[in-house]
C-alpha cells in the first residue's frame, strides 16, 4: 500500500530521485526515450489510449517492467484517472493520447486538475513537425486550446529534448502549486533516432516558488490570532497538498481555535475532532458558516475565498480581519484583501507559526476564546446536520450514503461525483484522514468519480474505494468499469440513483416554480417512459419499475457485479455484501426517494447571512452580530 503520508513533498524535484540511472549516453529513438524518462522520474503508472501519433511510444512501453500502462476506454475516463491517482498517492498522475480528438478529450479532465491543483502530466502526440499548422489529419493545437488550463506545456519537435522536457515537466507538476503540464510531442521527434541522458537538470530559471515564509509576517499573524477574540482557522486544500495534517492539528490545539475545512480539506482534519466546525460554503454546516460571517479573524490556509464559500462577497464576514497563507502569492489580495498575507507552503507556515504562537504564549500572550465558544457550541447543538426521512417504504439518499461511510469506515478512499451526492457525501460520511475524500470541486466535472475512483484504485491497491455517484453523472463515464474489470481494479461504486439531474432538479424546485424542463433522466419528451418535463402528479413508484438504462444489466454486461437495493431494510445487507466481492468492481444501484434536497443552503448570489437551515428555515442566531 502506498500511504499519502510518504509521498514525495511537492517541493521536491521527481527528477533528483531517480533510481538506477547514470549519466551513461545509449542511443535510442525518442519514443525509448520517453518511456525511459517516465521510469526515471518514477512514473509507475499511466492511464490512455493509443492512436496515429502516439503509436511510436506504445512500442517501448510494452517492453517496460517499471511503467504499467491501463488501457481506458475513453480519454477523459484516463484524465480523471490520473487525478484520482495524483489525489489518492500525493505523487504525479500520467495520463497519455493521441493528437487531435484524442488530446481535445483530455481537455475537461486538464481543466479540472488545474481548478482543483492536482499534480498531472498529460502527454499527447502530435502530427509530424512538418506537418504542424496545415490541418493536417487529426491535427489539433492542444498547447494553445490549453494555454489557459495548465501551469505550464511544452511543444517538443526535436527527440533530444525529451528526457529535459519529462523532467522539467514533472518539476513543474508537482513543486509550488500543484497542477496539470502538458508535453505535446511530434509524431517525427518519437520516431528519431537520439541520444539518451540521464539525469539531467531542469532548467527553469523563472521558475522559483517561495515555500519559506517571511518571519514577520509570521509573527504578526501570531500576535493578531492571540489578541483575537473571535478567530476561525479556515483551511483548504492547499494544507491537504501540503501534506500538513499533522502540523495543523498542533496548531489548532495549540490555539483552542475553531476549524472549518473547505469541501477541498475534507480529512485533513479529523471530522470528529471537537474543535472542527465542518464544510463551510453553499452547502457547508450552519456553524461553519456562521462562524466565519461572525468572527473578527480569519486564519486562511491554503484556501483562496471561492465564490462557493464567500457567497455575496461584500458581505462575507464583515467584522473580520484576514491572514492569508497560500503558496500562490497571485490568490492573496484576489477576491478578499489580506492584513497579513503569507506567501509560503502550508507545512513550512504552520511549523513556523507553532513556533511563534508558542513565542507569545511564553511571553504571557493568549487568547482567550471561551465566549466564542459558548456561542459555537450552542449553533452546534442547535443546528445539527440531518435530513428529512423519506416516504415509508423508500430510500433516503443521506441515509444510503451516511450508512456506507459507517460500515466502510474512515480507512477507505470516496471519490464522488458532482451534485446533490457529492454535497451528501461531503456532509454524512466522517473525514478522519487525509487523502480519503476526492471530489471535484473547482470545475464540478460531472462524470469524475468512476475514473478518479479507478485511479485512487490503481495507486493504492490495498484500500478500499467507493465511488459515490448520481445516475446523470455515472452515465457520462460509465463505461471505465470495463477497464476497472480487465485489470483488476475492484472499486465499488454506489449509485445515487433519484432519475433526475438532482441538483439542477432542486434548483429548478426552488427557483423555477418546479417546472422540471429536461432533468428527468427515465423519460422520454412526452413522459412516455415512466415521467414527464412537468410534475404532473407521478408516484415514485412508476418511474422506479422503469429503468433505462438498468444499471444492474449494464454493470454485469462490463465485468462487473450488479447489486439494487429499493427497500430500507436491506440497505445494511447489501452494502455489506458489496463490501465482501473483492475480485470484481462492483456497482449498486440504490433506488431513493427524487424529492430529498441538499441542505443547508445558501442560494446563489446570496450572502451567507441568508443561511437557510431546511427549505424556509432560516437560523435565529439572536446576538448583537445577527
Known amino acids: 500500500m502506498t500511504e499519502h503520508a510518504a509521498s514525495p513533498r511537492r517541493g521536491d524535484n521527481p527528477a533528483a530521485h531517480a533510481p538506477g540511472h547514470n549519466t551513461i549516453a545509449e542511443t535510442m529513438t525518442g519514443a525509448q526515450s520517453l518511456i525511459r524518462s517516465l521510469e526515471a522520474v518514477g512514473a509507475d503508472t499511466v492511464f490512455g489510449i493509443p492512436g496515429g501519433a502516439i503509436l511510436p511510444a506504445y512500442d517501448p512501453l510494452m517492453d517496460s517492467t517499471k511503467v504499467r500502462h491501463i488501457l481506458v476506454r475513453h480519454e477523459q475516463g484516463a484524465g480523471h484517472a490520473a487525478t484520482g491517482y495524483a489525489q489518492a498517492t500525493g505523487r504525479v498522475g500520467v495520463c497519455m493520447a493521441t493528437s487531435g480528438p484524442g488530446a481535445t478529450n483530455l481537455v475537461t479532465p486538464i481543466a479540472d486538475a488545474y481548478m482543483d491543483s492536482v499534480p498531472i502530466v498529460a502527454i499527447t502526440g502530435q502530427v509530424s513537425s512538418k506537418a ?37 515537466a514533472f518539476h513543474i507538476a508537482a513543486t509550488g502549486r500543484p497542477g496539470p503540464v502538458l508535453v505535446d510531442i511530434a509524431k517525427d521527434a518519437l520516431q528519431a533516432t537520439t541520444t539518451f541522458r540521464w539525469p539531467v537538470e531542469p532548467s527553469l530559471p523563472g521558475y522559483r516558488p517561495v515555500t519559506k515564509p517571511h518571519a514577520k509576517q509570521i509573527r504578526e499573524a501570531a500576535k493578531l490570532l492571540v489578541n483575537s477574540k473571535r478567530p476561525v482557522l479556515y483551511v483548504g486544500g492547499g494544507v491537504l497538498k501540503a ?85 500562490d502569492p497571485a490568490e492573496i489580495g484576489k477576491n478578499r484583501p489580506a492584513d497579513v498575507p503569507i506567501v509560503g507552503d502550508a507545512r513550512e507556515v504552520l511549523a513556523d507559526l507553532i513556533v511563534a504562537v508558542q513565542a507569545e504564549f ?29 416516504p415509508e417504504g423508500e430510500l433516503s439518499p443521506q441515509q444510503v450514503i451516511e450508512r456506507i461511510g459507517r460500515l466502510v469506515g474512515p480507512d477507505a478512499i470516496y471519490a464522488a461525483g458532482v451534485g446533490q451526492h457529492q454535497m451528501w457525501a461531503s456532509q454524512f460520511i466522517n473525514y478522519e484522514k487525509p487523502a480519503s475524500w476526492l471530489n471535484s470541486g473547482g470545475a464540478g466535472t460531472m462524470g469524475y468519480a468512476v475514473p478518479a475512483a479507478m485511479g485512487a484504485k490503481a495507486g493504492r491497491p490495498d484500500s478500499a474505494v467507493w465511488a459515490i455517484d448520481g445516475d446523470g453523472c455515472f452515465q457520462m463515464t460509465n463505461q471505465e468499469l470495463v477497464t476497472c474489470a480487465l485489470n483488476d481494479i475492484p472499486i465499488k461504486v454506489a449509485v ?14 426552488l427557483f423555477y416554480n418546479q417546472r422540471y424542463s429536461h432533468t428527468v433522466l427515465h423519460a422520454g419528451p412526452a413522459g412516455t417512459t415512466g415521467g414527464s418535463a412537468v410534475d404532473d402528479g407521478i408516484e415514485p413508484q412508476r418511474w422506479q419499475g422503469t429503468r433505462i438504462p438498468d444499471f444492474v444489466m449494464l454493470a454485469e454486461a462490463m465485468g462487473c457485479v450488479g447489486l439494487r437495493c429499493e427497500r430500507p431494510e436491506d440497505l445494511d445487507a447489501v452494502i455489506k455484501q458489496a463490501m465482501e466481492i473483492n475480485d470484481r468492481p462492483v456497482v449498486v444501484d440504490f433506488i431513493v426517494h427524487q424529492d430529498a434536497m441538499v441542505w443547508p443552503m445558501v442560494a446563489a448570489g446570496t450572502s451567507n447571512d441568508e443561511i437557510q437551515f431546511a427549505r424556509g428555515v432560516r437560523p435565529d442566531f439572536g446576538d448583537d452580530l445577527d
Not at 149 to 164: C, G, M, Q, S, Y
Not at 251 to 271: H, I, K, R, S
Request: aromatic share 8%; proline share 6%.
Open 132 to 168: 504542424i499548422g496545415t490541418d493536417a489529419f487529426q491535427e489539433a493545437d492542444i498547447c494553445g486550446i490549453t494555454m489557459p488550463i495548465t501551469k505550464h506545456n511544452f511543444l517538443v519537435t526535436d527527440a533530444a529534448e525529451i528526457p529535459r522536457v519529462i523532467a522539467e
Open 496 to 509: 445515487i440513483n433519484n432519475g433526475s439531474l438532482g441538483m439542477v432538479r432542486q434548483w429548478q424546485t
Open 243 to 327: 501534506q500538513a495534517s499533522a502540523e495543523l492539528r498542533i496548531l489548532a490545539e495549540l490555539t483552542g481555535a475553531p476549524v472549518v475545512t473547505t469541501l477541498m480539506a475534507l480529512g485533513v482534519f479529523p471530522d470528529s475532532h471537537p474543535q472542527h466546525l465542518g464544510m463551510p460554503g453553499m452547502h457547508g454546516s450552519v456553524p461553519a458558516v456562521t462562524a466565519l460571517q461572525k468572527a473578527d479573524l480569519l486564519f486562511t490556509l491554503g484556501a483562496r475565498f471561492d465564490d462557493r464559500v464567500t457567497g455575496k462577497l461584500d458581505s462575507f464576514a464583515p467584522y473580520a480581519k484576514v491572514v492569508h497563507a497560500d503558496i
Open 362 to 390: 511564553d511571553a504571557g500572550h493568549e487568547g482567550d476564546y471561551g465566549d466564542w465558544w459558548v456561542k459555537l457550541n450552542e449553533w452546534k447543538k442547535t443546528y445539527p446536520l440531518g435530513y428529512e426521512p423519506a
